[in-house]
């Protein structure tokens, strides 16, 4: 990137709050069902409907609030947000403006090594309209209510980010925050987790900021890096070429890979906030506080320290364990049930069973190897029954089919031979067979050495306890 | 039959004098016999037989309220399942709601039997129910002059006795006004009380649904049903609702009123002033105590209001687009087309002239300026209020400036219009209840006695206004030609 332009991004998230019915009715929330039949009258907007408030999304703006060490407005208001849109049934959003739920706060987040606090400015709850439908109508617009009322929790940030990787860091650890915090489940394919952009840049030095440009609705962080770097790109371009940036909504065409022009300032929408005299204010008091505080989860970066020190793990594996809540209880879960050592646990879910899970595209609450089975294989590596490599074996199967460890070994005669009569046996006999090789290693190549273990275990399928082998080898070499 | 007291009625029915479905055809009637005055926009007499039978055989087995088998009007503001609900507008002159308000299915559940819906100004914007789409209604007293509104189809038919009695809402005086021009009793509850869903929203939070009947006792029965906590209105109140009729036959005896002076400065009607006082002297002789105070902020409210009330109508109406419900233009080019022909078409003047209004003040560089300023003002009337209510237990003062005036003198002056609503505006920025209670005549047209009270002090309002009813009978005078 040119070097003597530096680029400002703040983002605005809307992360849609789990909550099982809507915020202002009763309707369900559920992703998915037939077009208009999840909108009772309130999400309809029929002519007499009242809102009222879902307890359950204000709960959850609190605890993400605590999370991100925000105040937590003892007082917040909700306003109407005027404009007309076929899918918004009331003709105005109910939002919040002046007096938002969650106040100041932050997130830290690491980019190449380097962590970097993002102030955040204001978290807020508001409705989702619902969703104008072009296709299938022969040139006339269908409306689907379903997702009209959907509770949202919009998080602003501060204009702190300096470039695309920053962004998406940041939109990366409020994405494993959301969830982590039970609050939001985080997809970003139906929609549950998107951002807008706001982009500007400035000469290096200038305090000033550049005029910024808003990109709307990114819905992965594959397009979030790409829109802000081409949206950087075209911002300096342009003001190269002598010409200026105009405020204005923009949006991100993932297929052309770039951004157009989706209304300028002058056409913006005067929105007209004004307090929704439907809707009390929210009160908050220290009694709710302290019961949420209690309910409160560990957060990421708590956890992840908490993985260094009490199982002794390294950053890299920390990291990965912690990455969400639920990869964090099974490695947890596995090394309760399994009483293994930690490290050995950590090393078989990021190395195993990451690799076939990313393989499948499956996330860890998917997994076809459940936290029990994988202990019950951990267990028969730790007491010796089965030797590393027969595990590896054994975790085919696991992945394969809905047996246990114990079955796939008996089944398969996994089992590790640790008699050693049967071990000197063979031994015995690879002696006897490879007499030159013998006479190599009593002169001093030890490297032989490896070739006898080798034999024995092929002889053997791999069942013979190494230990054992290695011990009885050397000493019949002797 | 159509004369008698809800009371008188509900023993009538046990007695079985006669059945609800011989009470609410002689309703029905009336209602044909007297469609001159347009009080209502539909007539629901299918339904009202069907209830009608339903509330005899309740009756029958001993299982009725007061209000069962009673022939009982809504106002059309009120969403009925399967019934039109149009509020008075053109946009909605195509709507039946799916949905019952709750006002309403309290009704239904006291058995009470419901004759149609009740003419309106529209959207409950109006003082003369000449803003209605179907046409002005008429005043009972004297059909060349208006009713009063905007619950004005509701004051004529309980006046001219074509329902026992009917709901109306008050957002600005659109109870207390037409109860006032057409001579009858009508109650606006304290904001809160009455459950406002399914009431279709002018300004939401001054809109206040209420009874409006011939006497205080009816209002009492009317608003036993009516009031509570409803969980689908966050702004209405969980507070016990007291037995309206148990302290109905209270004595007057120290009651202390006060009369505001700023209700009876420039602009009253002498006529109407002297009724007033010749009120208020049979206030004295039940024993009550009278003192002159002072409201200074009360010469805000008009203004207060004129920016609250249309800012939050601005955006109740935007639902009111043609895509969903209501009234759409014919073969619109593209969305705008749709949005501006449908409610260009659909609405009417008045209700344009407000929603412009509150567009404007609600506006980046204006909202300062107006909205805020309003609502600092309307803190400043209720602190007012509160103060002037600690002092003494009521006040009293006229409901309108003068008796009904004529049909279009006024429709084409809208700020003479809106002064007619001057001394009932500021109880709404309040929040707290009044009363219009039949005081006297002057030429042949009523005369409305308000009666301001506490929050939550309906109960002893109904007292007050009672106590009055039972040493004058104003409020049993029948108009000529409907007796």
């Known amino acids: 990137m040119n070097s003597q332009w530096e680029t400002v991004i703040g983002l605005e998230i809307h992360a849609q709050l789990a909550t099982r019915s809507k915020i202002f009715s009763g309707a369900s929330t559920a992703y998915g069902a037939e077009p208009n039949t999840q909108a009772c009258a309130v999400d309809l907007g029929l002519p007499g409907v009242l809102p009222v408030l879902n307890e359950d999304a204000v709960r959850k703006a609190v605890i993400f609030g605590m999370a991100i060490e925000a105040h937590i407005a003892p007082y917040s208001v909700f306003a109407r947000k005027n404009y007309f849109y076929p899918d918004l049934p009331k003709g105005y959003q109910i939002s919040q403006m002046d007096l938002p739920i969650v106040g100041v706060g932050h997130l830290d987040i690491d980019v190449d090594g380097v962590t970097k606090r993002i102030?955040?400015?204001?978290?807020?709850?508001?409705?989702?309209?619902?969703?104008?439908?072009?296709?299938?109508?022969?040139?006339?617009?269908?409306?689907?209510?379903?997702?009209?009322?959907?509770?949202?929790?919009?998080?602003?940030?501060?204009?702190?980010?300096?470039?695309?990787?920053?962004?998406?860091?940041?939109?990366?650890?409020?994405?494993?925050?959301?969830?982590?915090?039970?609050?939001?489940?985080?997809?970003?394919?139906?929609?549950?987790?998107?951002?807008?952009?706001?982009?500007?840049?400035?000469?290096?030095?200038?305090?000033?900021?550049?005029?910024?440009?808003?990109?709307?609705?990114?819905?992965?962080?594959?397009?979030?890096?790409?829109?802000?770097?081409?949206?950087?790109?075209?911002?300096?371009?342009?003001?190269?070429?002598?010409?200026?940036?105009?405020?204005?909504?923009?949006?991100?065409?993932?297929?052309?890979?770039?951004?157009?022009?989706?209304?300028?300032?002058?056409?913006?929408?005067?929105?007209?906030?004004?307090?929704?005299?439907?809707?009390?204010?929210?009160?908050?008091?220290?009694?709710?506080?302290?019961?949420?505080?209690?309910?409160?989860?560990?957060?990421?970066?708590?956890?992840k320290l908490r993985f260094k020190t009490d199982y002794n793990l390294d950053e890299e594996s920390s990291t990965l364990l912690t990455s969400s809540r639920q990869m964090a209880d099974y490695f947890e879960a596995v090394v309760k049930e399994s009483a293994c050592e930690a490290k050995m646990c950590a090393n078989w879910i990021t190395g195993d069973l990451l690799a076939v899970l990313n393989k499948a595209d499956l996330d860890i609450t998917d997994s076809p190897v459940s936290h029990e089975r994988l202990a019950g294989l951990l267990k028969r590596i730790s007491d010796d029954t089965i030797s590393g490599k027969i595990a590896k074996q054994v975790f085919e199967e696991l992945w394969q089919s809905t047996a246990t460890a114990d079955q796939i070994i008996e089944a398969k005669g996994l089992k590790q031979i640790t008699d050693t009569g049967a071990i000197e046996a063979i031994i015995d006999k690879i002696i006897a067979d490879n007499q030159d090789q013998v006479e190599q290693y009593r002169s001093g190549k030890d490297k032989v050495f490896g070739f006898f273990v080798g034999q024995v275990m092929k002889e053997m399928q791999g069942k013979a306890n190494p230990g054992e082998v290695n011990k009885m080898l050397k000493a019949k070499l002797k | 039959m159509h004369n008698k007291s809800i009371a008188e009625l509900a023993k009538g029915l046990r007695s079985g004098q006669f059945s609800s479905v011989e009470l609410t055809t002689a309703f029905l009637d009336r209602i044909k016999q007297h469609s001159v005055l347009n009080a209502y926009i539909t007539v629901t007499e299918e339904l009202a037989l069907e209830q009608a039978k339903a509330a005899d055989a309740r009756l029958a087995i001993g299982d009725a309220e007061l209000l069962t088998g009673i022939p009982v009007a809504q106002k059309d503001i009120f969403c009925t399942e399967g019934v039109k609900t149009s509020c008075g507008s053109k946009i909605l002159d195509n709507f039946i709601a799916p949905y019952n308000a709750t006002v309403v299915d309290k009704f239904n559940n006291a058995g009470a039997?419901?004759?149609?819906?009740?003419?309106?100004?529209?959207?409950?914007?109006?003082?003369?129910?000449?803003?209605?789409?179907?046409?002005?209604?008429?005043?009972?007293?004297?059909?060349?002059?208006?009713?009063?509104?905007?619950?004005?189809?509701?004051?004529?038919?309980?006046?001219?006795?074509?329902?026992?009695?009917?709901?109306?809402?008050?957002?600005?005086?659109?109870?207390?006004?037409?109860?006032?021009?057409?001579?009858?009793?009508?109650?606006?509850?304290?904001?809160?009380?009455?459950?406002?869903?399914?009431?279709?929203?002018?300004?939401?939070?001054?809109?206040?649904?209420?009874?409006?009947?011939?006497?205080?006792?009816?209002?009492?029965?009317?608003?036993?049903?009516?009031?509570?906590?409803?969980?689908?209105?966050?702004?209405?109140?969980?507070?016990?609702?007291?037995?309206?009729?148990?302290?109905?036959?209270?004595?007057?005896?120290?009651?202390?009123?006060?009369?505001?002076?700023?209700?009876?400065?420039?602009?009253?009607?002498?006529?109407?002033?002297?009724?007033?006082?010749?009120?208020?002297?049979?206030?004295?002789?039940?024993?009550?105590?009278?003192?002159?105070?002072?409201?200074?902020?009360?010469?805000?409210?008009?203004?207060?209001?004129?920016?609250?009330?249309?800012?939050?109508?601005?955006?109740?109406?935007?639902?009111?687009?043609?895509?969903?419900?209501?009234?759409?233009?014919?073969?619109?080019a593209d969305l705008t087309d749709l949005y501006t022909r449908s409610r260009g078409e659909g609405f009417g003047k008045e209700v344009k002239r407000r929603i412009l209004m509150g567009t404007y003040a609600l506006s980046t560089g204006y909202y300062d300026a107006y909205y805020i300023k309003a609502q600092k003002i309307r803190r400043l009337i209720s602190e007012d209020f509160k103060a002037a209510l600690s002092e003494v237990d009521v006040m009293m003062g006229p409901v309108t400036p003068s008796t009904a005036f004529g049909i279009g003198e006024k429709i084409g002056n809208p700020i003479e219009m809106y002064l007619s609503d001057i001394y009932t505006i500021a109880i709404n920025l309040a929040g707290v209840p009044a009363m219009s209670v039949p005081a006297g005549f002057v030429e042949g047209k009523p005369v409305g006695l308000q009666i301001i009270g506490n929050y939550f002090a309906e109960d002893r309002l109904l007292n007050i206004a009672h106590q009055y009813q039972q040493v004058t009978d104003w409020h049993q005078l029948i108009p000529n030609d409907f007796e």
């Open chain 1, 119 to 303: 102030g955040i400015t204001r978290a807020h709850l508001e409705e989702d309209a619902g969703k104008s439908l072009h296709e299938d109508f022969h040139g006339l617009t269908g409306i689907d209510l379903n997702r009209a009322g959907t509770p949202l929790l919009e998080i602003v940030s501060e204009p702190e980010m300096s470039s695309a990787k920053e962004a998406v860091a940041y939109m990366r650890k409020m994405h494993e925050l959301v969830r982590y915090l039970g609050i939001c489940d985080g997809n970003m394919q139906e929609g549950s987790f998107r951002c807008d952009a706001n982009v500007s840049v400035r000469p290096k030095g200038q305090k000033e900021f550049g005029t910024r440009a808003e990109i709307k609705n990114i819905n992965s962080f594959k397009f979030v890096e790409k829109a802000i770097n081409h949206e950087i790109e075209r911002q300096i371009e342009l003001i190269e070429s002598g010409g200026t940036v105009v405020q204005e909504t923009r949006l991100y065409d993932s297929d052309k890979d770039e951004t157009r022009s989706m209304r300028s300032k002058e056409e913006a929408n005067d929105y007209r906030y004004f307090p929704d005299p439907d809707l009390l204010p929210v009160l908050i008091d220290e009694n709710f506080k302290t019961q949420i505080k209690a309910q409160l989860p560990e957060l990421p970066q708590a956890k």
């Open chain 2, 113 to 332: 039997v419901m004759l149609g819906k009740l003419n309106m100004d529209e959207f409950a914007m109006g003082s003369s129910n000449e803003t209605s789409y179907y046409g002005a209604v008429k005043n009972p007293w004297d059909t060349n002059t208006v009713p009063g509104g905007s619950s004005g189809g509701s004051a004529a038919a309980v006046a001219a006795r074509l329902a026992v009695c009917a709901t109306g809402t008050d957002t600005g005086g659109s109870i207390r006004q037409p109860a006032a021009l057409c001579g009858i009793t009508g109650l606006k509850p304290t904001y809160g009380r009455v459950s406002r869903y399914g009431m279709i929203a002018y300004a939401s939070s001054l809109d206040q649904g209420g009874p409006m009947t011939r006497s205080a006792e009816d209002a009492a029965i009317m608003l036993q049903t009516m009031a509570g906590f409803d969980d689908k209105d966050s702004t209405s109140v969980d507070l016990p609702v007291p037995d309206y009729r148990v302290g109905l036959n209270n004595s007057l005896e120290g009651l202390k009123i006060g009369l505001p002076k700023e209700f009876f400065g420039e602009g009253l009607n002498a006529d109407v002033a002297a009724t007033i006082e010749a009120a208020i002297d049979e206030y004295r002789k039940l024993g009550a105590k009278v003192t002159e105070i002072s409201m200074p902020s009360l010469k805000l409210a008009i203004p207060a209001y004129y920016v609250i009330a249309p800012a939050e109508c601005s955006a109740n109406l935007s639902r009111f687009d043609g895509v969903r419900f209501g009234y759409r233009c014919e073969n619109p």
